[in-house]
């Protein structure tokens, strides 16, 4: 069982191979090497260029086309591919490296079950990387949807008090947390572009493309219908958008209340059982 860890080890050597060893040793004597640079030298440029090269990429390319479409959604228009692919090279080379750590364990405890262990942790990290960002996708959504119709109603209001729309729409986002909440965040795009003299309509497509979720598109449509006219007809047709809207927000938060409680099931059904067992346990020993 020692041959394992080290054959890994040695193989791992190989995937990193000798110039990256050489730089790593060398950014080490001068002490220059940074965290982020060794996990591009260690795991992610060497993963990556072994999944080029065994074109394990071309095999995968549905699966890799949709991941990469989800995290242009999550990290922006300006993602590229090469960063995906780094990115699940990353995965890999991380996976690995459990299953190594896994491996030694296994050997200094005398268990093979720890090396099994660690392939199936190793094969585990890629794959929940992609399934990762389907669960980030959802919870995005969900955010502008129970974001959107409680901005909408800001705008109809600053509108309907006799501010122009472009003031209003800057407005909103007042109190907002415009680094981190998906829509705020590109609802600060907007306004930033429509300062810097972009026009309107630019605007507010590339807004409906960052955003990507069908709510938003719709919002996007009435803005656009309605925004040369102004006053009254703006309001008017933000006003019954923002009927359906509030309703697509009670039923997301009815399905995040459901989950929450779906959730504890579990946790109950432990504690449950635990506490039965105190109780049983001193009857049982009294009984026999």
């Known amino acids: 069982m020692t041959a394992i860890p080290i054959v890994l080890m040695v193989a791992w050597l190989f995937i990193i191979g000798g110039k990256r060893l050489r730089m790593i040793l060398s950014a080490s004597r ?30 995968m390319a549905l699966s890799l086309s949709s991941y990469h479409a989800k995290l242009v959604i999550l990290r922006g228009i300006r993602w590229q591919l090469q960063q995906t692919k780094e990115l699940l090279g990353g995965a890999a080379g991380y996976g690995y ?22 392939a199936l942790l190793g094969l585990l990290l890629p794959v929940r990387q992609l399934l990762e960002a389907g669960k980030l996708i959802k919870q995005r959504k969900q955010e502008i949807i129970l ?5 909408i109603s800001k705008l109809m209001l600053l509108v309907g008090a006799g501010e122009t729309a472009l003031q209003a729409l800057g407005r909103c986002l007042d109190g907002k947390d415009t680094a981190q909440h998906p829509l705020y965040k590109e609802w600060n795009k907007v306004v930033y572009s429509l300062h810097n003299g972009e026009s309107f309509s630019t605007a507010a497509e590339k807004f409906n493309r960052s955003c990507a979720v069908q709510e938003v598109s719709i919002f996007t ?10 006053g009254e007809h703006f309001v008017l047709a933000l006003r019954e958008l923002s009927y359906t809207l509030w309703e697509k927000r009670k039923a ?37």
């Open 30 to 59: 001068q002490l220059t090497l940074k965290q982020d640079a060794l996990k591009h030298l260690l795991f992610i440029e060497p993963f990556s260029e072994l999944l080029e090269r065994s074109r394990l990429y071309e095999y």
């Open 97 to 118: 490296a459990a299953m190594i750590g896994c491996a030694w364990l296994a050997c200094a405890a005398g268990e093979p079950l720890l090396l099994a262990m660690g």
């Open 147 to 151: 974001e959107l119709p409680e901005m």
């Open 221 to 230: 449509t009435v803005l656009l219908l309605s925004y040369r006219r102004g």
């Open 252 to 288: 997301v938060a009815r399905a995040r209340g459901e989950e929450a409680s779906s959730k504890l099931v579990f946790p109950l059904v432990g504690i449950l059982l635990v506490l039965m067992v105190f109780i049983a346990a001193p009857a049982m020993l009294l009984m026999s």
